[in-house]
Each structure stands twice: as structure tokens, then as C-alpha cells.
Nanobody
């Protein structure tokens, strides 16, 4: 699986942004898809994940109600719709794929075998 994330940019606090991740490879359809982020000086953290067929999702508490993850397996894309952005959301965002992933491992970065290159989200007025 190869992943390429894009869509980052500068947005004002309270604004919205949608990140996209284009995937290739046969295993993608059988992979849990996730988004992680890493702010300067901080460790990479889990943001959201979605199941193989897109029915189940999970979010870190700080983005619940503001972010929405979705996927389109036919188009091999993963989206992260981000609303009500806050300065603390500023980070490099990475999409990742966890082949045949189990629910218990969705939030653990080391379980994700494939990673995109990251896209920078800056939240500032």
C-alpha cells in the first residue's frame, strides 16, 4: 500500500479544512485507515481511524464532534474533515494503513504498516 496525503494549509481558528489521502495497492481495501498527527516537539498521536468497509470509526477525545473520518474504497481515498479548528490542532498530519487491523490496535501507531508523507496544518490568525 502506498499513501499520499494532501490538503494541509493555513486556516484561522474556528475554520475548516479537509485532508485527503490517496491510496494504492490491493491491501488497502482490507486495511484499517487512520490519521495521526505530530506537533513540533511532541510525539506522534492518534487522531482517528475507520474500519475496512467504513462502518466503524474511532476518534481521540480532543477531536470528537469536530473531525470526521471517511473512506471510499472504490476511489481508494481517505478523508479527514476538520471543523472548528483550534491552535492546538496545528501539526503535521499523516494517513496510515493497518492491514487486517483489529479494533484493539487502531490507536497504536506501531500497528500501522504503511504511512503517507504527511501534510502540514497550521491554525493561526
Amino acid at each position: 500500500v502506498q499513501l499520499q496525503a494532501f490538503g494541509g494549509g493555513l486556516v484561522q481558528p474556528g475554520g475548516s479544512l479537509t485532508l485527503s489521502c490517496a491510496a494504492s495497492g490491493r491491501t488497502f481495501r482490507n486495511s484499517v485507515a487512520g490519521w495521526f498527527r505530530q506537533a513540533p516537539g511532541k510525539e506522534r498521536e492518534f487522531v482517528a481511524a475507520i474500519s475496512w468497509i467504513g462502518v466503524n470509526t474511532i476518534y481521540t477525545d480532543s477531536v470528537k464532534g469536530r473531525f470526521t473520518i471517511s473512506r471510499n474504497n472504490a476511489e481508494a481515498t481517505i478523508l479527514l474533515q476538520m471543523n472548528s479548528l483550534k491552535p492546538e490542532d496545528m501539526a503535521v498530519y499523516y494517513c496510515a494503513a493497518y492491514p487486517f487491523g483489529s479494533v484493539s490496535g487502531w490507536q497504536t501507531a506501531s500497528n500501522y504498516e504503511y504511512w503517507g508523507q504527511g501534510t502540514l496544518v497550521t491554525v493561526s490568525s
